[in-house]
């Protein structure tokens, strides 16, 4: 049978002008049909992640957000049915759109076009800009290449006169769009960990705002297929294993790649499991996957967990196939203390005297760790 994910979408030319509406012509019908996740082919050992209800966790469900408290304290990673809700619904069909149009213009805008998207002069703030990681000589991304979407940028306005290049602005509109309804649902979860943690109310609200200047963003990520049988890029995974630098990620995938530590893998350090700690995690339709990041046990001391994870190439000939996801994180506002909150859930931590970093200077500092680890173990690209 034909792939439903990767047959031909019908073609989308980025037009010149810029639309206001994020259902305008520049953005291609949804049609579910094409958008049924590509199966992860039978045997391979896969992580059967808890799922949970957004129309249940909207109605304020206990159960539902016991559950959640519970997956975030052990290992930071569910899945999110977003077909039982309008909200839900609506951004699953955003993300399949925004889906379709970057693997359109990843795959058809020239490489000198694409790089004059420029990312920050920052070393691994990666919420702006086109990234690619090692290109191959004829320019073509081998590993992954990236298109970040400021959420800054389009709200908080931090570079004043700052645009998205003319072969992306017929798309703000959904972009937008996209990173409205996802922080509604980051805002839920959050104010779900808020209520269980039974700190002050209204705290996650206060310091993951929408419209306030964070380094949040929107990523479309493109792992280019790959044709022949052997390749060095089958044996390395494409991202490697890592943490994510915000508070919350919501992934969109149709084709298996994404691997996580099963629950008793064996540690050899803090990143890295053995290889056969490795499960594969099952693109569902209608579903995305959620995890905490790196900001969450700080708030929490550690109750609350960041979810380990990388990507690798997808299985035997799905290696074939062009994989492509949508991400979106939400990260604090720049000026929130990185430290433990008040509550009696959180152990408080005894070294009060320490000076506490503004999230913006936290961010930094572990994207610059990042980075320097990376280079030093000779990888390629690092996320943030
Ligand atoms: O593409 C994926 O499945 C995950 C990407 C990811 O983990 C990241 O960009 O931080
Ligand atoms: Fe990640």
Redesign the pocket.
Known sequence: MENPAVETQAPMNPKSDASTDANADVVPTFDPNNFNPVPLPEGLPTYDLPKVSIAKLLSGDKEEAKTVFHICSKTGFFYLNLMDHPLGRKLWENACKARNVGQHLMSTIPLEDKKAFLMRPEKGVLDRGFSSSSSANEGIARA?E?LNIPRDELFAKTTPGWELPAWLRPYEALFKEIQTDAHAVEQIILGILEKELEVEPGTFARTHQLDAPTYSFL?I?R?PPILGGADEMRERPR?FA?R?VVSI?M?F?WVG??QIPKDDAVMLDSVTPTEDSWLWVRPEPGYMIVNLGDSMPVFTNGVLKSGL???VTAHENQAQLD?V?V?FTGRPNWEVPMAPLVSPKIPATRESSQTVESCKEWGDNVIKAYYLDNVQKGRIRI?A
């Open positions: 992954v990236s990523r990520l792992y991202v890592h994510d990620a992934l995938t790649g994404l994870h990388r990507v994989r996801s991400l996320s």
